[in-house]
């Protein structure tokens, strides 16, 4: 497993990360034995960067990693998590002093450490880029030794511009993938120019692009791919990437083809991969086997230039219209 710089902070991270969204709740049932054994199996396999929030699962994602990390001791992965989705309503107000602390406090506790290595804002509302007090706010925990370095999780590429302007922001966790090409038109490189790590969630277009699927796939009812088709819950950019489900589908035949060593989906994170201003990719995994597999993509050789060029091309006509402007 090969490492990258993940920014400004000095530290590493492994090109693969751990999205542990899955093992805390809005992807159906997973056992607990079963997250235990994804989150050991991606340690094993040299993940050194983890990425949870403080809503997944009310909290069960990070107390799960706290327990996992107590029980094999040794050196810490970077763990990064979330704050401000607790709230009833988005509103900036919400992102108050007063909350910050609370949730700050709380996956301290969960985590069970004294500071956390992130915190990233998870998606709060497009104006509060333009409320240079929050940012000054999450500086106050930083020097209270709180957390080492804050971020933002963002759904739009202009969140993720604006974000950057702020000194202090030294991540921007973003959707990425053969799906979701806009990030790299702009936003990279001006991440890469003030050297702000980049973190590409949802590589698999919530598992679309594993090539899996079928019209008539059921997922359970407390799956988001099931409750979230229409932006029921939250963005509906961050199921199925914003594709509606039958065009991503046909899109997937096209790409089918194209895939070489490797299984579609290490093929997806191969391809992330090829851009050098990502700092990781964070797949989920709900058992020690998905993460396995995830971890072997980064073994895959480099996807050749007309390979590169095929897929965008199949983004240009299949999945731009629906996608490309609105995020």
Not at 46 to 66: C, K, N, P, Q, W
Not at 178 to 185: E, G, T
Request: some cysteine; aromatic content about 8%; overall charge neutral.
């Amino acid at each position: 497993m090969r490492s990258r710089e993940f920014g400004r902070t000095g530290r590493g991270v492994s090109e693969i990360g751990f999205g542990a969204w899955a093992i805390g709740a809005s992807w159906g049932h997973v056992d607990e034995a079963d997250a235990l054994a994804a989150l050991n199996a991606a340690l094993d396999c040299g993940m050194t960067f983890i990425d949870t929030a403080d809503v997944y699962g009310d909290g069960r994602s990070e107390r799960l990693i706290a327990r996992v990390l107590k029980e094999r001791g040794g050196d810490r992965p970077f763990v990064a998590t979330k704050a401000g989705r607790r709230l009833p309503v988005q509103t900036v107000g919400g992102y108050s002093r007063e909350n910050l602390n609370t949730w700050i406090d709380r996956s301290l506790r969960n985590l069970e450490v004294d500071r956390l290595d992130l915190v990233q804002l998870h998606c709060p509302p497009t104006d509060l880029y333009y409320h240079a007090e929050v940012f000054g706010a999450l500086d106050d925990l930083v020097k209270a030794g709180k957390i080492a370095s804050y971020g933002v999780s963002v759904e739009r590429v202009e969140e993720a511009l604006k974000a950057i302007e702020f000194p202090g922001v030294v991540s921007v966790q973003i959707i990425f993938n053969i799906f979701r090409l806009r990030p790299a038109d702009v936003f990279f490189n001006q991440a890469t120019r003030r050297n702000v790590a980049i973190i590409a969630r949802v590589p698999l277009a919530s598992g679309l692009l594993a090539g899996k699927f079928k019209p008539d796939t059921r997922f359970e009812e407390t799956d988001h791919r099931q409750f979230n088709r229409h932006g029921e819950a939250f963005d509906v950019g961050e199921t199925f990437s914003g594709v509606p489900y039958d065009v991503g589908l046909a899109a997937v035949e096209k790409i089918r083809p194209l895939v070489g060593s490797g299984s579609m989906a290490q093929s997806a994170l191969r391809w992330i991969l090829m851009f050098d201003a990502v700092s990781v990719v964070i797949p989920g995994a709900r058992n020690a086997a998905q993460a396995r597999s995830n971890a072997e993509a980064a073994e895959l050789p480099p996807l050749k230039p007309e390979v590169m060029t095929e897929l965008k091309a199949i983004y240009d006509r299949d999945i731009r219209p629906h996608v490309h402007q609105r995020w």
